[in-house]
């Protein structure tokens, strides 16, 4: 585990969370930065990412809801308009460091942070 997530919780349905995820270093460097979900019997499936250069990327599922940003240090995900179904662990992912030669592979996940909407 090299990245850490946090900001998990219990939100009522329509409600909103935030969650973070900080890497052991700077994360400036990293290509794309990514979010990840798996909820209870189902395989982890991906939900954001977003580039050096900040251009972001959406599952279906969660567009026009969820907004994934980064800064220097860490990845974010705002959550808006929670479902039930979005009920799962969230990870966090960081795919290769960019060097002048190209990129690096890194595959870092985090331990998950847990979101759960319910009433």
């Known amino acids: 585990v090299q990245q850490v997530e946090s900001g998990g919780g219990l939100v009522q349905p329509g409600g909103s969370l935030s969650v973070s995820c900080a890497g052991r270093r700077s994360i400036a460097s990293i290509k794309t930065m990514a979010w990840y979900r798996q909820a209870p019997g189902k395989e982890r499936e991906f939900v954001a990412s977003i580039t050096y250069d900040e251009n972001p990327n959406y599952a279906d599922s969660v567009k026009g809801r969820f907004t994934i940003s980064r800064d220097n240090a860490k990845v974010y995900l705002q959550m808006n308009g929670l479902k039930p179904e979005d009920t799962a662990v969230y990870y966090c992912?960081?795919?290769?460091?960019?060097?002048?030669?190209?990129?690096?592979?890194?595959?870092?996940w985090g331990q998950g942070t847990l979101v759960t909407v319910s009433s």
């Open positions: 992912h960081a795919d290769c460091v960019l060097i002048i030669e190209g990129c690096n592979p890194l595959d870092e």
